[in-house]
T-cell receptor, first 111, second 118 residues
Framework: DAKTTQPNSMESNEEEPVHLPCNHSTISGTDYIHWYRQLPSQGPEYVIHGLTSNVNNRMASLAIAEDRKSSTLILHRATLRDAAVYYCIPISNFGNEKLTFGTGTRLTIIP | GAVVSQHPSWVICKSGTSVKIECRSLDFQATTMFWYRQFPKQSLMLMATSNEGSKATYEQGVEKDKFLINHASLTLSTLTVTSAHPEDSSFYIC??????????????FGAGSRLTVL
């Protein structure tokens, strides 16, 4: 399993951009980089994923380093509803490997 | 999009009783489902990987006779906590992947089941 490293916690002011980093230096060539977030007392929800190119969707943007050993989730304008624990996890597009999560980053939004 | 329905969302039971948690994929077939447990302020801990029609693969330290997993169909996996004790109180979460879709193995999670054992 690819190991991920994320800061335990981050804070951001409301309506400002947030950059959440993730290191996944042992990622394999076929692994996509996925990001999920978990609001309090809920199951995690999908945020975004990518392979090599940067990706954008309505929730966030994902910037992937050229060597794919790290990535950054970007929330362009954080709101209070974005307060959650954010997890990055490499997931292969093949097979059924076990999917283990790291500690994630607890994002606090300051009003 | 893909939806995973998990029930019950919360359950309180007496020590020694068994509790079953259901996880259904509503609009896709899930050949593989994952079961996690989560303690307060901690990350998700993978308990087992459930494969349709075969025995689940349990993680080290997870008792298979204590946490019975059945994945009898492509849309339903169940986790039964047998002879529950207070230390089994936790937040249990299932997830599944829609391998047939174009979502590149995007995980869809259930809403979670909070188990409290008295």
């Amino acid at each position: 399993d690819a190991k991920t490293t994320q800061p335990n916690s981050m804070e951001s002011n409301e309506e400002e951009p947030v950059h959440l980093p993730c290191n996944h230096s042992t990622i394999s060539g076929t692994d996509y980089i996925h990001w999920y977030r978990q609001l309090p007392s809920q199951g995690p929800e999908y945020v975004i994923h990518g392979l090599t190119s940067n990706v954008n969707n309505r929730m966030a943007s994902l910037a992937i380093a050229e060597d794919r050993k790290s990535s950054t989730l970007i929330l362009h304008r954080a709101t209070l509803r974005d307060a959650a624990v954010y997890y990055c996890i490499p997931i292969s597009n093949f097979g059924n490997e076990k999917l283990t999560f790291g500690t994630g980053t607890r994002l606090t939004i300051i009003p | 999009g893909a939806v995973v329905s998990q029930h019950p969302s919360w359950v309180i039971c007496k020590s020694g009783t068994s509790v079953k948690i259901e996880c259904r994929s509503l609009d896709f077939q899930a050949t593989t489902m994952f079961w996690y447990r989560q303690f307060p302020k901690q990350s998700l801990m993978l308990m087992a990987t459930s494969n349709e029609g075969s025995k689940a693969t349990y993680e080290q330290g997870v008792e298979k006779d204590k946490f019975l997993i059945n994945h009898a169909s492509l849309t339903l996996s169940t986790l039964t906590v047998t002879s529950a004790h207070p230390e089994d109180s936790s937040f249990y979460i299932c997830s599944a992947r829609d391998l047939g879709g174009s979502g590149a193995n995007v995980l869809t999670f259930g809403a979670g089941s909070r188990l409290t054992v008295l």
